[in-house]
């Protein structure tokens, strides 16, 4: 009897020691935590659709492959815009929601290793964010549906072809001939301005792999300037210009293929 009381004594010693007992716990600390996101890269039926509508933007393979960075717009729970910019892994602590987007780059020159911006292709559909230990995955596919944003103004280069017919040949010639010259000679000028009208450069067109010019960074328009040179009829010395023909200027677009002919609207300058 005495061994079964110091049984249930000790039973009720152990129950009370529950009881009794208490544990404290730290809840973690957010204050400084923030939501954190994985963004899949561009798989090949992406890239597939997606380089054809490209190309309408000037994307060309003429130097190299394309490259495409991600990009992404982080919203509050009111809709403002908190961050837009590359994707970064990690957003502001009061994202709520996340845009992704896909800029396509491209070289245009085999003398330049920078890739330039040809334009972004923005996912319709929204990820939630949230401060969590998981991370938020925004699982894009071909099957999306998607806008595109083309490069801005001031950072797009536009390869160029450029020409002229028989009829600005001739023209060349006789206003060499009125003068009582033989024509010697051409040079091809170009003026490029920027969206707001400012002369961004002036000289000689620069020459490309691929296609026989590029504009410089920021060239919104393109003005042509043909000089004819030529020397006294029966001499072949004493080169002097003769003039130029100047054409009214063009608005840039991805790979322009330009022919000048004399039904363009122009001008013609003599030095003589």
């Not at 716990?25 to 204050?31: H, Q, R």
């Not at 300037?225 to 010395?237: C, E, I, T, V």
Request: charged share 20%; net charge negative.
């Amino acid at each position: 009897m005495k061994k079964n009381s110091i049984i249930a004594v000790s039973i009720v010693i152990t129950a009370l020691s529950f009881v009794c007992c208490t544990y404290d716990y730290n809840m973690p600390d957010f204050s400084n935590a923030y939501p954190i996101y994985s963004i899949n890269d561009v798989s090949d039926d992406m890239r597939r659709i997606w380089i054809e509508e490209a190309k309408v933007y000037g994307l060309t393979f003429e130097v190299a492959r394309e490259k495409w960075e991600k990009k992404v717009i982080e919203y509050d729970a009111s809709d403002n815009v908190l961050y837009s910019g590359e994707a970064r892994g990690k957003a502001d602590r009061n994202a709520k929601k996340l845009k992704v987007g896909y800029t396509c780059l491209h070289r245009i020159s085999s003398t330049d290793n920078n890739y330039y911006e040809v334009c972004t292709f923005w996912i319709e559909s929204f990820y939630p964010l949230s401060i969590s230990p998981c991370t938020c995955y925004a699982d894009v596919s071909a099957n999306n549906s998607y806008t595109i944003e083309p490069a801005p103004a001031n950072s797009r280069i536009f390869p160029f072809n450029l020409t002229w017919d028989s009829s600005i040949t001739n023209l060349m010639v006789a206003t060499t001939e009125s003068l009582g010259y033989e024509i010697s000679g051409t040079e091809l000028e170009v003026i490029e301005r920027d969206i707001n009208d400012n002369i961004i450069y002036q000289g000689s067109p620069q020459k490309n792999i691929g296609t026989d010019y590029i504009s410089h960074k920021g060239a919104y328009s393109i003005e042509f300037l043909l000089s004819f040179y030529g020397w006294p009829k029966g001499s072949y010395r004493n080169k002097v210009k003769i003039g130029a023909i100047i054409f009214t200027p063009l608005r840039l677009t991805p790979n322009m293929e330009t022919i000048l002919t004399s039904a363009m609207e122009h001008t013609i300058q003599t030095y003589i």
